[in-house]
């Protein structure tokens, strides 16, 4: 008996990891069956094997950056416990790993979880429980915790999209601004705290 083919011995996680490397090295254009197969060296059908089309491909993709995401801030947070520390120290892994893998990032944050879907509603609870840990000694309402919760995402989310997209042309480094984003968050978390409901 022969060897098994390369399509015969590809698991779907390899086919999801060459997507990466198409991705890191192409952008979204690389994220197609067609293009991974020729990446992996196999023709397109034995990819349908794994995935069912592009779309399923690409949202294969999408979760595997945010689960690599997570894990990233995870490791880099774990041994922060001070809420402003914590905020900085977060909100800079955000920022590095926008930085250290640019394609990625820009897939995973287009890329809509939902509580109704039992595969992204786990990264929501994650992404949740960090956030309730920077924010836990402000002592929120559950009003007050969405609010809170809100400003920090669309910040650190909208400046990184600036940043991404060179619009930030104005002389003054782009890290000092983002440091002072950072403590000015801090302030604005402690308005919404002192803030009536």
Known sequence: MGRP????????????????????????????????????GIKPPAIY?????NAALQR??????WRHYIEWC????EDVHEPQALLRVGGNATRNFARSYPE??????QFRLSLNDPETAPLIQEVFHFL??????????ETK?????????SAITGFIALEQAGLMTIERSTDESYEVMLDAIG??????QQHDE
């Open 5 to 40: 083919t390369k399509e015969n011995s590809l698991t779907q996680q390899d086919v999801i990891n060459a997507a990466i490397v198409c991705l890191d090295q192409e952008g979204e254009a690389g994220l197609g069956v067609n293009r991974v197969a020729r990446e992996l």
């Open 132 to 141: 309730k840990r920077v924010l836990r000694a402000y002592e929120l309402s």
């Open 104 to 109: 990625r990032y820009r897939v995973m944050i």
């Open 187 to 192: 302030v604005a978390i402690q308005h919404i």
């Open 74 to 77: 995870r490791e880099q947070t």
């Open 60 to 65: 294969a993709v999408a979760l595997t950056i």
């Open 145 to 153: 915790l969405v609010d809170a919760m809100r400003i920090v995402n």
């Open 49 to 53: 094997k794994h995935l069912d089309g």
